[in-house]
């Protein structure tokens, strides 16, 4: 059985997004299906050394190259990308939509792969959305006024349609269903990848500061990132004894104002360079603490995180910002394995965490 990932590994080339897309790639070899990387966004790349996008693709082809060969020995021949300029690397595109045609299988994870008539041609065509929110209100509404855009299909045209937003659909979530059935869905995590160590003294998160270039507004409610939220806990070092860090990236964090309030910062560059780069960072760490995006957040989506499943699957705690998500079991606490410092044996607690109001 023949399956198709695809992904955002060379056009974001960072560590995190590499567990993104390459977990689902991994996961899919695992269950026995023989598994091919697509990336094929009609966009623009990422290039870190520049700090900048462009149609210089260089960096992100030896990324995704680099990336995908540490994650599987198979995976390193089973690759196509193709940049905006038409120009593609990898396998070829003639045999790579051979490759599609006979697939059990299209996984268009993000749905940032345009579904090009050689990618129709996959009978089964699945979109996870992963940004719910900015997708429902931004990119799909664009696609139905625009759905050929660069010659694609849209995505309405894949055949079944999941969700990172748990809630979609149900009472209190502002999330437009747009007439699609969408079934609720949760990042995946390869176990053996994020082997636990013995804890950090810090908690961590990595996170970007206004990623949005401009805030969503949608039936006249403004929705925002982060930065619409974190003022709810900025003050939280001064509070406790606990020791916190942020690794951040993005335009305009305000890192002197928090390093006045107790917390350490860093560049998430530093600490995302590369897979293992990342990896290393969440398993020396004590446990994640962070807020979401308000969009997630203020339309009661029941999203968790993809990152907040890699600390988990460290062993470490995750202390984060409901977005509904809890909810959906009230009924029931979740058991958190808690690893004590020195590698002691872990102790089993169950434990809800919420943020107070502002």
């Not at 990324?63 to 690397?89: E, I, V």
């Not at 790579?96 to 129709?120: C, K, M, P, Q, W």
């Not at 002197?256 to 350490?264: A, D, F």
Request: hydrophobic content about 35%.
């Amino acid at each position: 059985m023949k399956a198709v990932v695809t992904g955002m590994i060379a056009s974001y080339p960072v560590g995190g997004v590499v567990w993104d897309y390459g977990q689902y790639a991994l996961g899919l070899e695992r269950l026995g299906f023989e598994v091919y990387y697509l990336e094929d966004t009609g966009w623009q790349t990422y290039d870190p050394s520049k700090g900048q996008y462009g149609v210089d693709c260089a960096y992100g082809v030896r990324h995704l190259q680099q990336s995908l060969a540490a994650l599987s020995p198979t995976l390193a021949n089973r690759w196509h990308f193709r940049n905006m300029d038409g120009r593609t690397y990898g396998l070829g595109a003639k045999e790579f939509a051979e490759i599609v045609a006979g697939a059990e299988l299209f996984l268009n994870v993000s749905g940032g792969t345009l579904l090009r008539d050689e990618y129709v041609r996959c009978a089964r065509k699945v979109l996870i959305d992963t940004d719910p929110g900015w997708n429902h209100f931004r990119n799909y509404p664009r696609w139905d006024a625009n759905p050929n855009w660069h010659g694609s299909h849209g995505y309405r045209a894949h055949d079944h349609f999941f969700t990172y937003a748990e809630r979609m659909g149900r009472p209190g979530c502002a999330l437009p269903s747009l007439g699609l059935d969408w079934h609720a869905t949760r990042p995946p995590v390869v176990l053996e990848c994020w082997a636990p160590q013995p804890p950090g003294q810090v908690w961590t998160t990595v996170m970007t500061w206004k990623n949005f270039q401009e805030p969503i507004t949608h039936n006249g409610v403004v929705y925002g990132t982060k930065e619409m939220e974190f003022g709810r806990v900025e003050a939280l070092p001064r509070r406790t004894g606990a020791r916190f860090e942020l690794a951040v990236g993005g335009a305009g964090a305000p890192a002197e104002r928090w390093s006045s309030l107790g917390w350490s910062v860093v560049d998430s560059q530093s600490v995302s360079l590369t897979a293992d780069a990342y990896r290393s960072y969440i398993q020396s760490s004590r446990g994640e603490f962070s807020v979401a995006k308000n969009v997630y957040v203020a339309t009661g989506s029941g999203w968790f995180s993809c990152r907040s499943i890699c600390y988990l699957a460290s062993g470490r705690p995750v202390v984060v910002q409901d977005t509904g998500f809890f909810g959906l079991y009230s009924d029931r606490t979740w058991p958190v394995r808690l690893y004590e410092p020195g590698g002691g044996r872990p102790r089993h607690h169950r434990r809800r965490a919420r943020l107070p109001p502002p």
